[in-house]
């Protein structure tokens, strides 16, 4: 049997990759550095080779026309897509925040229709690869070379980027120093009423990461309903990922748990003296996987490509970087404000197809705790 | 319906007086009065209907099929009963199903207490104040119900919620105890809808000869006897069709119980957030979307909403409400003394509640880093983020016009439909109220999915999809429910005699229609086509599925923001969307203002004409 190995595969990938790029000295995006390496863009998303292919692609979706671009999924922030129009100014891409069901509820009314208009699907690794199986996805034609770890279901999907969740605290209210930074310390009686998380019983973020806890079972026996009860019993909680970060920034509660890192990363943009720490958990830090494909029949093929190629290049991984996510490919920098990869003990998660349907009854079974 | 005689009090039973002229007696069967006699008016009218049953009872059928099939794709897959036998056997469900009773009763009875109460101080007294009422309710329908959400949330959530701030003051109390639960639920999902209420009746009230209140003061009547027996008796059809509608808006509802009820310890689920639970669940081994136990979910809507309409039509059979009745017709205010005051005062309450409270908040929120986070400041790099974007002016003009043009066809489907089940025999009737309640019983979030499940298989309305037309289908069927229930009341207080006697001075059906029907239900038909348009304006069930990248609406767009947690930046989008709004909205009354001036003088130049005619009766 390969569980075993196969459920470490996703957070050795990512860890590997992060390793890697620390030992390269990453951070910073260092494309001033590499400009004067290549040709066609000075080295900044690839070999010269790489980038030749590069703008051999672009020039086939110019000469199809294809200059929209179609992504079905949340969108990345808008320094990623701003990136990607200023390398590629004649493709404007656009995001439709469809997820899971509501993107293949659409692409079904599309294929049926024979109108097309998706073109890329952005999402977790989960609906992604589901995606896959189900035939929506096409094969992806790496330019850049692509670790096979990352590319998945027979060549249909790539794991783009890591985002990870953790502890946000308010300074005004809590120092470092005592703040919960394990889940035994989370669910400690002390805390009750000091935590705020987003709610499980609407589905979401909040299920998912409490059905982590459940499922596989090295997280059920480590882990497990004591502190899926003990988080219930503790936190105070609010409807959408965003709010619990609000509601530290704002002091309503001291920690927030559960905080998702682009949402603290983009509130310190605008307001860089809100009084907030993110703290990775010291250990079994949840944390989601990226993935995307080239949805099947796409009316911008080579667009598609072109943007997924961009996305695994320096440039494209530098760009989700410093927008809070770790990218994926070994070699590029890590997201300000966040430890080295080594240090981001990652939680156990189920195996890509695994995940499929191994996750629904337990996150189902969050949900009836909640009340949902 | 048999006739009666001419007087109209609503309790009037039904005796068989010597027929007269004005006892007007609709025909037994569909047809003759409506759509003539002639076999090509019959085929028109059996075109039209069949078109309108393929696109509004066809998408309900499809979700009421596709609780019995479990496959990859909604309404397809192999027969089976278990998804609904999983549905009726979970405890969850009935608890749901008793939340979304008790939400919807008290927000429908509440709404409609206070909207009937302030139309009838509107129109039926001199309260000061008065002719601003219905604009302003007008405007506060402009806010969509999200960013209504979202600025009660902020003033009732956080540390710096204003609320909160005054309840430490006050008694020392921490947190946000207001924050969610049961009573705060439904005071913000009630608050929403007192000005829909408001707008439902203020129309037929307008049109209510005051000298029926007068025959019962004169018999004896207190003015509380004669608003509690005559005046709200008259108003039944529209006070059941609102009664309704609003029950089901509150089992529905989205936005605000997923804000205020999703929260609460424990969370206070309701058909519209289970039906999205259930729809995002998996079902393994194969990984499917649990379609069929969505659609289950949704039967039970479809029966409590089939359960509410046969109750209204029980309640409204063999009574008559005809209020407008041609000579003599006087809808006059009258004074109450200094009680009008607190009349005002209700008023006043009612706006900062369902208005200005969110709305200035939700200011204060576009203007801020972080939005109800007053300690970071201040800033305008929203709005320069939202102006700026080459995506924004394009979202807004797609709204207005989609918005714009389905509320139009949705209020003309909707008198259409008013009119016909009127002055048509009973399976005609019938048809048009089932076409015109259907839509409503499907829960918002399934909405999208039943119109594209049920569109896809079409041939001609497949190639549809994606396209803007799609996108108007989608709403004209989503919004003529709600359109005909501020059409109807004005249609049915009509009296047939004034048709009658526009046919008796040689005019036709079409010339009756559009000279003596139309002008009279126009205030009713602009309400419809107004509430329709804003409801589609900030609508987010249906884009989602239908619109494509080059079919995006604002609210959708907004809507985004706020899930990638930009908040500030999504309030200053709806911001910006409600001015565009306001602005479209001006020009149109503007417009329609100019355009009644010039009918009004030009049928005054008729009449002189034809009096001053040799020949005429009149001329000397």
């Known amino acids: 049997m390969s569980r075993p190995r196969q459920k470490w595969r996703v957070p050795a990938a990512f860890a590997v990759s992060l390793v890697v790029l620390a030992g390269c000295g990453g951070g910073g995006g260092g494309s001033a550095g590499s400009d004067a390496e290549g040709d066609g863009y000075g080295g900044a998303l690839g070999t010269a080779k790489e980038e030749a292919q590069f703008q051999a692609l672009y020039d086939k979706a110019m000469k199809a026309k294809e200059y929209e671009l179609s992504l079905y999924g949340p969108p990345p922030a808008q320094s990623v897509i701003d990136a990607f129009q200023k390398r590629f100014p004649d493709i404007e891409p656009t995001f439709e925040q469809l997820q899971s069901q509501d993107r293949i509820t659409r692409l079904q009314a599309e294929k049926a229709s024979g109108n097309h208009a998706g073109d890329v699907a952005v999402d977790g690794r989960t609906p992604i690869t589901s995606m896959a199986k189900d035939g929506w996805c096409e094969p992806f034609e790496p330019i850049v070379d692509v670790p096979a770890d990352l590319i998945g279901i027979n060549g249909l999907t790539v794991t783009t980027y890591n985002t990870v969740f953790g502890i946000l605290i308010n300074t005004d209210l809590i120092s470092k120093d005592k703040a919960p930074q394990t889940w035994e310390e989370l669910i400690d009686p002390k805390w009750k009423g000091k935590e705020v998380m987003v709610s499980p019983a609407a589905g979401g973020a909040g299920a998912f990461v409490n059905a982590m806890l459940l499922t596989p079972e090295a997280n059920a026996s480590a882990l497990g309903m004591d502190i899926v009860k003990g988080l219930k019993a503790n936190v105070s909680v609010v409807a959408k990922d965003a709010q619990t970060v609000s509601s530290v920034v704002d002091g309503t509660y001291p920690i927030g748990v559960l905080a998702y890192y682009p949402y603290y990363f983009e509130t310190l943009k605008t307001t860089p003296d809100a009084p907030v720490k993110f703290l990775l958990m010291k250990k079994d830090t949840p944390y989601s996987v990226g993935k995307e494909c080239v949805i099947a029949d796409a009316p911008h093929p080579n667009a598609a490509q072109l943007w997924m190629n961009w996305v695994m290049s320096k440039e494209g991984q530098a760009a989700y970087a410093a927008s809070g996510s770790y990218p994926a490919m070994p070699g590029s920098p890590a997201p300000t404000g966040l430890p080295a990869p080594d240090e981001a003990k990652l939680i156990t998660l189920l195996p890509d197809e695994e995940s499929v349907t191994g996750y629904a009854p337990y996150v189902k079974q969050v949900q009836a705790l909640y009340g949902g | ?620």
């Open chain 2, 1 to 620: 319906m048999t006739g009666t005689p001419t007087q109209t009090l609503a309790e009037t039973p039904t005796p068989t007086p010597t027929p007269t002229l004005t006892d007007w007696s609709p025909p037994s069967r569909a047809s003759a009065s409506w759509h003539g006699s002639r076999p090509g008016g019959k085929a028109l009218m059996g075109l039209t209907m069949t078109i309108l049953v393929i696109l509004f009872l066809y998408p309900p059928l499809l979700m009421v099929m596709a609780a019995f099939r479990r496959g990859p794709i909604a309404g397809q897959g192999e027969w089976t009963m278990a998804p609904l036998v999983e549905v009726l056997t979970s405890q969850s469900t009935w608890v749901v199903t008793l939340n979304s009773i008790v939400l919807s009763v008290a927000v429908a009875v509440s709404a409609l207490a206070f909207g009937t109460f302030l139309a009838w101080v509107a129109v039926r007294t001199t309260t000061p104040l008065r002719r601003w009422m219905t604009p302003v309710m007008a405007g506060i329908l402009v806010i969509p119900s999200l960013f209504y959400g979202l600025g009660w949330y902020v003033t009732l959530n956080g540390t710096g919620a204003p609320v909160n701030k005054v309840l430490k003051a006050l008694f020392g109390v921490t947190g946000s105890p207001l924050g969610s639960g049961w009573p705060t639920l439904i005071f913000v999902v009630a608050a929403h809808v007192i000005p829909v209420g408001y707008l439902f009746m203020v129309g037929p009230m307008s049109r209510m000869d005051s000298a029926l209140d007068d025959a019962a003061r004169m018999s004896g009547a207190g003015r509380g006897a004669a608003f509690f027996t005559v005046t709200l008796p008259l108003l039944r059809p529209t006070i059941f069709g609102v009664l309704a509608l609003m029950t089901s808006y509150g089992m529905t509802a989205f936005e605000l119980p997923l804000l205020f009820g999703v929260p609460a310890q424990p969370s206070i689920l309701v058909f519209s957030t289970k039906v999205l639970n259930t729809y995002h669940e998996t079902v393994a081994p194969e990984g499917w979307a649990n379609y069929a136990g969505a659609s289950a979910i949704g039967l039970i809507l479809v029966l409590l909403v089939v359960l509410l309409v046969l109750a209204r039509e029980w309640l409204l059979r063999n009574r008559r409400f005809a209020t407008i009745t041609g000579k003599g017709f006087r809808p006059e205010p009258r004074s109450y003394g200094r009680i009008q005051w607190l009349f005002l005062s209700v008023f006043v309450l009612v706006v900062l509640v369902a208005g200005v409270i969110p709305l200035v908040q939700m200011v204060f929120s576009a203007f801020q880093h972080v939005a109800g986070v007053y300690s970071l400041g201040f800033t305008t790099a929203n709005f320069e983020d939202v102006l700026s974007s080459r995506r924004t002016f394009q979202v807004v003009v797609t709204s207005l016009w989609v918005a714009t043009l389905s509320g139009f066809l949705a209020a003309s489907v909707a008198l259409m439909l008013s009119w016909v089940s009127q002055r048509s025999g009973k399976a005609v009737r019938l048809l048009s109220t089932i076409i015109s309640w259907a839509p409503i019983a499907i829960p918002g979030v399934l909405v999208g999915l039943a119109l594209l499940t049920a569109y896809m298989p079409v041939p001609g309305l497949q190639r549809l999809i994606g396209t803007s037309i799609i996108l108007i289908l989608g709403f004209i069927v989503v919004a003529t429910p709600i359109a005909t229930r501020a059409v109807e009341g004005g249609v049915v207080q009509i009296a047939p005699e004034l048709e009658e006697s526009g046919r008796m001075s040689g005019a036709s059906k079409a010339v009756t229609f559009f000279t003596i029907v139309l002008p009279l239900v126009l205030p009713s038909f602009i309400a419809g086509w107004f509430i329709a348009a804003v409801g589609i304006a900030g609508n987010l069930a249906l884009p989602v599925l239908l619109s494509s990248p080059s079919v995006r609406t604002a609210a959708v767009t907004a809507y985004d923001l706020y899930n990638q947690g930009q908040t500030a930046q999504a309030a200053a989008l709806f911001l910006v969307l409600m001015v565009a709004i306001g602005l479209a909205g001006a020009a149109a009354w503007l417009l329609m203002n100019g355009v009644s001036r010039l009918l009004k003088r030009g049928r005054a130049i008729r009449i002189e004409r034809a009096t001053t005619m040799e020949g005429s009766v009149l001329h000397v």
